[in-house]
């Protein structure tokens, strides 16, 4: 694309037609006159080395051209009427050379005018000597030329014509106008300076210099040009609102909404958010009422000494009740029947505790008698699952491991990728400098030594040759080619178009540094790929525009992307990425290394081929868990020996391999069953699983050997087994429930938790463990203390209310480097593009079922040139992308839309044309008009007789009919783009636009790009793809169309936009049902309250853990917390089962739960878990220490203090009071009836 953009060019051939004499020869020194219609310089001279006339220094009376002449000017420059100092020739040159500004410019006629009429007025003034005064001239061949001029002119129209041209878009690039015709310029100064420099042979620009003059010394014959320069918001010649903003049509547009930052109150210097005051205020006022609440009932508790307060219960526990003979001799009260000796009271079981107590007992005496049928059922049913193995996949595609099925950026992925096509593959090296100090800051990398370095580094990276089934493939086979046979490789090396020989040739560094500022408007800085290369892309590290001060190169190769995963496009894509990896990891790295600089590279496989690594990193660690496992379970499901040589006899080594056994046998066994319908396992299965079903099935096996080992001494085994199953099957049923429930409500993968339950023989205890005598002799009487219950209530109180506050800080996303190993070379470079990187994603606006038809209101509701709707789609996008901040759009949108009415138009000549017989022609500067190895182009040949493609009349309101747009766009779509006409669409829009079944008068898919602004933290991701939502959805509603915006993250990242909505309604369904199955099994709403209270509880305090330690809120951590309610019931509801079948007051009761159920809870359930949970600290993938690893022990400990510390002292204060059934005496047989297994409730 020898691109337009060297206007530079065109001011050349300007400054040849300006007017001089014939020959400096024929009138001798050069003498300069100023008045009216007098020319300054008039005709051609010579030419310099280089080709490049030169005019001739003559100062002469203005010439009166002929009709046919006159009506040229008059086409060109309506401005200049009369005599002109141009002849015929010299403005048939500077008409061609104008095309080239032509289709840059044309968007915004206002400045289209103004910058020809300063030309023109250069070119072809009669009164052009009393602005222009030669001011140095040079002899060449004998002749006299000019060599350098002053060009007088008003601020005025200077300042006008740089307002009118600013904001000028040239979509293609995705930028303004002004950086292709000005290097950027940022006032009119800038501009003039740029376009006046005298350039060496060889470059384009001028061949003299201009110095452009605002003011006139006096005395001086001089004047300043002064014509009339047209504002972009003129009605006659309006500008779209995305080439001029300022227009009152666009002003009108609704404003952006302004951030609002979180309410907070100001404290003298502190600063305190709304939600952290009033929750402060909350505490106060709750401790407040507690103590309060806690006085009163003192001083009514001290009243009422030695009144019969509860006289029922006061006759149940009286000296002759089995509860009082159970407090005598030492024994627990779940040991034998709670009714007493009269047979009068007798606590009473729900009926569905009624109904379970009954069945687990039946099942656990049937289980005991007949253990082989049990046994070999169970194994077959697991073998059975297993044959599902068979069909075992485990899932590394990143898309799906982390998006649902339903995802609505998952479908527009998809309809992006079969109608327009796939984004491409990127494959990226990032070399940086390293700070001298440990907080200094890097210096520069553009050295002479590193730009050497680029060029092995590129030499090498060109050398790969990947096998793939038998084939050699290079980067050359498989890269990006938007233009030609060149690689469009983002690389700083293009500015000397790839090749070392063009480095000393062009200038070395400083040619670097100067291209960083003239990419767009010098030729010699034109990529190898024939388009300007933008530093962003290329450089990073820097500030602004400093990019001479960039500390890192950006490398980035654009491979081609198949839309399906097979085939041989992107199998020799991925053959080539491992070979790129190797090379960087072998090669590479020790190269950049040596330099003192760092290099972190990329492919678009990496992710997956590290996920992959992730699946058999931690086989060991996996190893290691179930034998620290098999070593604990071992000795605590043991009795306490009497002494250390007993060790070995007291623990239960097969007991322990058993209960492991039956945890491997029940993943091996669910994962066989997901397998076999066809869902595939995922790293979470294969390591995480195991641990969480240990440390959930494991703890039912201890709580029931621990009932077991409750049971009265001389009872058979069977008798045993079936008692422990009665008396703890409720509690475990309705833990078990519990988690099932929450499992289920977070749709995580198979996990088949408390699934399996141990039914082992246990032996005699003699005496009580440590543990209990612990809860017995220190916890519980400790907790009793009137002071520690009101201290316990306020401290636990306090940690929910700031967990609450905590809640508020916890940050939606996932960090991509916490989804790989630690030890993954991704690691740096993803730290590497957040730091270096300073461009953001592209986005692209896509637009469904576009009606191109005339009668349709779609083309001028989409473009943003004039005549284009003030509130289209480009012109939202170009006013969206003037609030960044707000809108994450950094550039107004290319649009080939745009780009092809420009194409068409009768004012771009040089764009659309056709030969005689109606087929296309290019522009004069390409085949077959123009060869480049024949020299320079000129205006014969075979293109000499195209024309345009429409005039004037043609077009209705400079709109083309549907025919002609039918018609036209394959011709705009394979146009090359080139000095002549930089609107050719091929390359920049060749997949913008699906032409299948467009004929129709619809275009079922276009887009149109631009570029999100950097993304640097997970947040920035979030926001980024909601403004962009919000705005499409703004904009479809407004325009009734179909718009939705894709951009490649799009998919990774959707998650988060609702992801609070999703974690609470998720949390809340979680524990509605787990409060109802409580409900239904306890027939105890203040029992069921409880237990939800302290769920809540545990929940927020661990979000509120998560804030503290960072852990952002994902699909991951989501699934976590709900999973967490199920577990966290296994630390309550056995001790309210417990209290609820105790007798006694609260207080007594309450002790009674924990010495009954304390130790087992903390043996069976915290520490089984803490085991479970410690040995996923020592794995190599971050995520599993991040969001398994912290979460579950944090839940661990707080499930825990809750549990045995929280829980008793509010059953204590506020638990359900005994119920109970007076049952009269009648017969004298109902002592002898009493004796049967009491019905509880």
């Known amino acids: 694309m020898d691109i337009i953009f060297s206007v530079s060019v065109l001011l050349q051939v300007l400054l040849l037609s300006s007017p001089s004499l014939t020959t400096a020869s024929q009138h001798g020194t050069y003498r300069a006159k100023h008045s009216e219609e007098y020319c300054a310089m008039y005709d051609i001279c010579g030419q310099r080395s280089d080709g490049k006339a030169l005019n001739c220094p003559y100062g002469s009376p203005s010439v009166k051209p002929d009709d046919l002449l006159s009506a040229k000017i008059q086409s060109l420059c309506p401005t200049i009427t009369g005599n002109v100092c141009c002849t015929a020739d010299q403005f048939d040159t500077l008409r061609v050379q104008v095309q080239q500004a032509v289709p840059i410019l044309v968007g915004c006629p206002a400045c289209l005018r103004n910058f020809l009429n300063l030309f023109c007025e250069l070119s072809c003034s009669p009164n052009q000597s009393l602005f222009i005064n030669v001011t140095s001239i040079s002899e060449v061949n004998g002749n006299m030329t000019v060599d350098g001029i002053e060009f007088y002119i008003t601020e005025t129209f200077g300042e006008g014509l740089y307002e009118s041209c600013k904001d000028v878009k040239f979509g293609t690039m995705n930028t303004r106008a002004i950086d292709f015709v000005g290097a950027g310029a940022s006032n009119f100064k800038e501009w003039f300076a740029f376009l006046g420099q005298k350039v060496p042979p060889g470059f384009p620009g001028s061949p003299y210099s201009i110095q452009f003059k605002t003011t006139v010394l006096d005395p001086s014959p001089m004047k300043l040009m002064n014509v009339s320069v047209y504002s972009c918001n003129d009605t006659s010649l309006g500008c779209s609102c995305g080439d001029c903003p300022s227009s009152p049509v666009c002003s009108d547009s609704e404003p952006s909404p302004p951030r609002k930052d979180p309410c907070s109150i100001r404290i003298g210097s502190l600063k305190v958010r709304c939600v952290e005051f009033s929750l402060a205020i909350l505490y106060i006022v709750l401790v407040f009422v507690l103590f309060g609440w806690a006085l009163l009932q003192r001083t009514r508790g001290r009243r009422g000494l030695g009144s019969s307060v509860e006289p029922l219960l006061n006759d149940m526990v009286g000296e002759g009740s089995s509860f009082a003979n159970l407090q005598k001799n030492g024994t627990h009260p779940e040991e034998v029947q709670l009714i007493d000796p009269q047979g009068k009271n007798v606590v009473q079981f729900s009926f569905v505790q009624g109904c379970l107590s009954s069945f687990y007992r039946t099942y656990g005496r049937w289980a005991a008698r007949k253990p082989t049928v049990v046994l070999c059922l169970s194994l077959a049913i697991v073998v059975l699952l297993s044959l599902g193995l068979l069909r075992f996949e485990v899932e590394t595609r990143p898309e799906k491991l982390w998006v649902g099925p339903g995802s609505k950026a998952a479908e527009e992925k998809d309809f992006f990728d079969s109608h327009l096509a796939p984004f491409y593959r990127i494959e990226q090296l990032i070399i940086a400098t390293i700070p001298e100090s440990k907080h200094g800051k890097p210096p520069s990398i553009i050295t002479e030594e590193n730009i050497e370095l680029l060029f092995e580094i590129q030499e090498k990276v060109d050398g790969i040759r990947a096998n793939y089934s038998g084939l050699l493939v290079s980067l050359s086979d498989i890269c990006l080619k938007p233009l030609g046979e060149d690689c469009a490789t983002q690389s700083i090396l293009q500015y000397f178009q790839m090749d070392p020989d063009n480095y000393d040739n062009y200038g070395g560094v400083e040619h670097a540094e100067y291209c960083f500022q003239h990419y767009t408007s010098t030729e010699t800085c034109f990529s190898a790929f024939k388009a300007p290369l933008e530093p962003t892309t290329a450089l990073g590290g820097f500030s602004g525009n400093n990019y001479s001060e960039a500390s890192a190169f950006i490398i980035t190769y654009p491979v081609n992307n198949a839309f399906t995963r097979v085939g041989d496009e992107n199998g020799k894509a991925i053959a080539w990425e491992k070979a790129f990896i190797q090379l960087a990891k072998e090669e590479l790295l020790p190269m950049v290394q040596s330099r003192n600089l760092t290099l972190s590279f990329s492919t678009e496989s990496s992710i997956e081929e590290e996920l992959k690594r992730e699946s058999t990193a931690d086989v060991i660690t996996i190893l290691v868990s179930y034998i620290v496992m098999f070593a604990y379970i071992s000795v605590t499901l043991g009795d306490t020996p009497p002494h250390p040589c007993s060790f070995y006899l007291s623990s239960k080594v097969l007991l322990g391999l058993l209960g492991v056994l039956l945890v491997m046998l029940s993943v091996l066994g669910s994962v066989g069953f997901f397998s076999a319908i066809g869902v595939k396992s995922t790293l979470i299965i294969m390591e995480v699983i195991p641990f969480l079903v240990l440390a959930v099935g494991v703890d039912n096996m201890c709580i029931i050997v621990d009932a077991v080992k409750r049971q009265p001494l001389g009872l058979p085994i069977e008798e045993k087994i079936s008692g422990a199953m009665g008396e703890v099957g409720p509690s475990i049923t309705l833990a078990s429930l519990s988690e099932i429930l929450a499992f289920a409500v977070g749709s995580f993968v198979s996990m088949p938790a408390c699934r399996v339950f141990s039914m082992i023989a246990g032996n005699r205890q003699e005496r009580d463990g440590l543990l209990t005598r612990y809860m017995k002799e220190v916890h519980a009487p400790f907790l009793g203390l009137w002071g520690v219950k009101i201290s316990v209530i306020a401290i636990f109180a306090a940690f929910t209310l700031a967990s609450i506050a905590l809640c508020t800080r916890i940050e939606p996303g996932l960090e991509q480097q916490i989804a790989l190993p630690r030890d993954s070379y991704l690691q740096g470079y993803f730290s590497n593009i957040s730091e270096y990187l300073r461009v953001g994603p592209p986005l692209y606006f896509v637009v469904k079922d576009y009606n191109y038809s005339l009668g349709s209101k779609h083309t001028n509701q989409l473009c943003s040139i004039s005549h284009c709707d003030s509130n289209s789609l480009l012109n939202e996008i170009s006013r969206a992308s003037l609030v960044p901040e707000s809108s994450y759009i950094a550039k107004p949108a290319a649009s080939w839309l745009d780009d092809f009415l420009v194409w068409i138009s009768p004012e771009a000549f040089s764009c659309c044309r056709k030969f005689t017989n109606g087929s296309y022609c290019p522009p004069d500067d390409q085949p077959p008009c123009c060869f480049p190895d024949e020299g320079p182009c000129g205006l014969g040949g075979v293109c000499k007789d195209c024309t345009t493609c429409f005039r004037h009349l043609d077009l209705v309101n400079d709109r083309p009919s549907t025919a002609q747009f039918r018609e036209k766009l394959p011709w705009f779509l394979d146009a090359l783009p080139s000095a ?258 009491p019905l509880l409730r």
Not at 1073 to 1102: D, K, P
Request: glycine letters at 6%.
């Open 980 to 1237: 002549d006409c930089a609107k050719g669409g091929h390359g920049a829009y060749t997949n913008s636009v699906d032409l299948n079944g467009y004929e129709g008068g619809v275009i079922q898919a276009s887009e149109f790009r631009t570029y999100h602004t950097p993304l640097n933290r997970q947040g920035d991701y979030v926001n980024a793809i909601r403004a962009a939502r919000d705005f499409s959805a703004r904009i479809s509603t407004s325009l009734k169309m179909d718009i939705f915006p894709y951009s490649v993250f799009y998919i990774f990242f959707e998650q988060y936009l609702d992801i609070w909505m999703l974690a609470l309604i998720n949390i809340a369904i979680a524990l509605g049902a787990i409060f109802v199955v409580c409900l239904v099994i306890t027939s105890s709403l203040w029992s069921s309250a409880i237990i939800l209270l302290v769920l809540v509880m545990i929940i927020l305090e661990l979000m509120g853990v998560m804030a503290i330690l960072g852990i952002q809120l994902n699909a991951v951590s989501v699934v976590n917390l709900i999973m967490s309610i199920g577990i966290a019931v296994e630390f309550c509801v056995h001790i309210v089962h417990a209290f609820m079948v105790s007798m006694g007051d609260r207080s007594q009761r309450a002790k009674t739960a924990l010495c009954t159920m304390g130790a087992s809870v903390f043996s069976g359930i915290t520490l089984t878990k803490l085991v479970g949970v410690l040995v996923l600290c020592f794995s190599t993938s971050e995520i599993f220490v991040v969001y398994y690893f912290q979460m579950y022990l944090a839940l661990v400990i707080i499930g825990f203090l809750h549990g045995l510390v929280f829980l008793p002292v509010v059953l204590s204060l506020f638990g359900p009071p005994l119920r109970y059934t007076v049952i009269k005496e009648q017969q004298e047989d109902m002592a002898s009836a009493s004796s049967e297994q």
